[in-house]
């Protein structure tokens, strides 16, 4: 007989679900930088724009036309660059979290590796596990139960 064929890792919901969550975070780091570049705009932090340009600050109003004050304006991209480096650490732990349930697929085999695949990336529940791999609920009840006594990777 040979050895159960393992399903596309790929495919599990867990898998999928920190797929998708690593990125919103990149589309929430592109945003933050795409605020970066408006506010250094508002204020003027671009430097000049050419030859050609209009001086308005003799006008009302002063200097800055662009209505973002300068210190508002450091203070504005400060913070937007620590939401940046939070949306990266979580990019990382979202990936060490990936790479470490792989790595756990691998290290067990046999039924223990199904049960693993099946009720934690698949996130199906005993008794579809069961029925998908070939046991009762019981025998899989028992062997997820000295799993969870024996090792930690029901915590990854």
């Given amino acids: 007989m040979s050895a159960p064929r393992i399903p596309d890792l790929q495919e599990g919901k867990l898998l999928k679900e920190i797929d998708f969550q690593i990125l919103m975070s990149r589309e929430k780091i592109r945003n933050h930088e795409k605020s970066i570049v408006k506010i250094k705009k508002m204020a003027g932090l671009n430097g000049p724009s050419g030859v050609g340009t209009m001086n308005y600050s003799g006008q009302p109003g002063g200097g800055n036309m662009h209505g973002m004050a300068f210190p508002d304006a450091l203070e504005a991209i400060a913070n ?13 732990s979202l990936q060490k979290r990936r790479r470490n349930l792989i790595k756990a697929v691998q290290f067990l085999d046999g039924i223990e590796q199904q049960i693993f695949v099946y009720r934690v990336l698949y996130a199906m529940t005993q008794e579809a596990a069961a029925e998908r791999i070939g046991v009762s609920t019981r025998q899989l009840q028992r062997v997820e139960k000295e799993m969870k006594a024996s090792s ?5």
């Fill in 152 to 156: 930690n990777v029901f915590s990854l």
């Fill in 80 to 92: 937007y660059r620590i939401h940046i480096e939070r949306e990266k650490e979580h990019i990382r």
